[in-house]
């Protein structure tokens, strides 16, 4: 089994299994961001608490930055080995034959995709773990939770430049994704002539989600707050 993994098909699953799981957690995430589009913040504050409360959640939350960590050691090594084999680095043709922007520079996106993550995790994550936040009172005071709504929004409506990190950063990783997707589902067996069209056509779909979605967040904001 240490063979299986240790040779450069085993890396690539590592990483294609590790992105598919960071890809479900998007859209969570993504559904989750949506609702401080919505009303006073009261739907947000209880999305936000119950995912900082609920057990499971607890669990998955190291198990996710394992995958995080681990889909970029795996993502470096392989750059590195390609590097060294290709003069021409890391690339992947798509099944029409032609090799996209992307595809050729998806460890420079990954970067600047960490770069921003960083940034987020510092500017919420961090402070909504360990920091001091607000609380406010629901149900005439017999639910207290953290203001996690003011928090974030007040980011986005006192800061404009972050406002367009965020945006760059989503847009980037639109980009990323729109090629890891289906080249996660080639590297596990699903690359047939069929399959391999089909699979191009929903990362492109889910991609454009992705980035219009974490997109609408910061612009509505920016512009209507």
């Known amino acids: 089994m240490n063979g299986i993994f240790s040779s450069s098909l ?5 990483m294609s299994i590790t992105g598919l799981f960071l890809m479900i957690f998007l859209l969570v ?13 009261k739907l947000f504050n209880f999305a936000a608490n119950f995912m900082a409360t609920n057990q499971l ?14 889909h970029i050691i795996y993502a470096s090594i392989i750059t ?8 021409m680095g890391y690339i992947q043709t798509s099944s029409n034959g032609v090799t996209s922007w992307a595809s050729k520079n998806m460890y420079i996106l990954g970067g600047a995709i960490f770069i921003f993550l960083v940034i987020h995790l510092i500017n919420f994550f961090w402070k909504i773990k360990f920091g001091e936040v607000a609380t406010l009172s629901y149900d005439n ?3 207290q939770m953290a203001d996690t709504y003011s928090l974030v929004s007040g980011l986005f409506i006192t800061y404009w430049w972050y406002d367009l990190i965020y945006i760059a950063g989503a847009l980037l990783l639109g980009f990323h994704l729109s090629h890891g997707f289906w080249s996660a589902f080639q590297t596990l067996g699903w690359n047939n002539k069929i399959w391999i069209k089909r699979l191009e056509i929903i990362a492109y779909i889910y991609a454009i989600i992705i980035a219009i979605g974490f997109t609408i967040i910061p612009l509505y904001f920016l512009i209507l707050k």
């Open 10 to 14: 085993g890396k690539k699953l590592i």
């Open 29 to 41: 995430h993504l559904t989750v961001n949506l609702m401080l589009l919505f009303g006073d913040g």
């Open 141 to 143: 005071g017999l639910t």
């Open 80 to 87: 590195l080995l390609n590097q060294r084999t290709r003069p």
């Open 57 to 70: 959640i607890e669990v998955v939350e190291p198990v996710l930055a394992i995958g995080f960590i681990v």
